[in-house]
Structure formats: C-alpha cells, structure tokens
Nanobody, 115 residues
Framework: QVQLVESGGGLVQAGGSLRLSCAAS????????MGWYRQFPGKQREPVATITSGGSTVYVDSVKGRFTISRDNAKNTVYLQMNSLKPEDTAVYYCAMTNLGYDYWGQGTQVTVSS
C-alpha cells in the first residue's frame, strides 16, 4: 500500500503563486509515475502534470509556462509550483502515484484563486 499526503493549498490572489507538496510512503518501487490532477466543481478529475521517476514531464496545455512539476526521489515527494495563478485554476488538486501497476490518490487540497 501507498499513502499520499498533500500540503500547500490555500487562497491566493490572481497572479500569485502557490507550491503544492505530496509525500508518498509505503512500499514504493523505484520506477513510478507521480502527478497532479485537479477537479472543478461538477466536473471529472483531469490531469495537470505528471513526472516519471526519470524526470520526464507532461503538462496540460492550460498550465504550460505557469506550473512546474518536480520531484525528490530520495524523499518520494512530488511538488507543483504554480505561478501566475488565474481564477480558472480554482479547484481541488489531487496528488497521484502509479506504482507497480496500481493507482493511488491523495486526499486533495483546495486551491482558490481570487480575482
């Protein structure tokens, strides 16, 4: 089993920045994928950014140039640096890990961007 604990959400004004963190614990294979997803009210969860244990990244178009995903493999921690935040980024952000063929999710953290 893997547990994911997120931190760093909150309220910020448009144009501001937030940094999300997610620490994974449990039985973790060295080759895995971690990522961030978000869910808007009444919508399905959607990917924001993912990063492999080798450092390859993928971003959804709407956050390219504003968000940066990174990870510390020694700490099994993934980060999402969010800059130039917009009100439309307001959502619940979830950390995820694919490990040994299983998907694991964090509890979610609210990010609210005021205009």
């Amino acid at each position: 089993q893997v547990q994911l604990v997120e931190s760093g959400g909150g309220l910020v004004q448009a144009g501001g920045s937030l940094r999300l963190s997610c620490a994974a614990s449990g039985i973790i294979f060295s080759i895995n994928v971690m990522g961030w997803y978000r869910q808007f009210p009444g919508k399905q969860r959607e990917p924001v950014a993912t990063i492999t244990s080798g450092g390859s990244t993928v971003y959804v178009d709407s956050v390219k140039g504003r968000f940066t995903i990174s990870r510390d493999n020694a700490k099994n921690t993934v980060y999402l640096q969010m800059n130039s935040l917009k009100p439309e980024d307001t959502a619940v952000y979830y950390c995820a890990m694919t490990n040994l063929g299983y998907d694991y999710w964090g509890q979610g953290t609210q990010v609210t961007v005021s205009s």
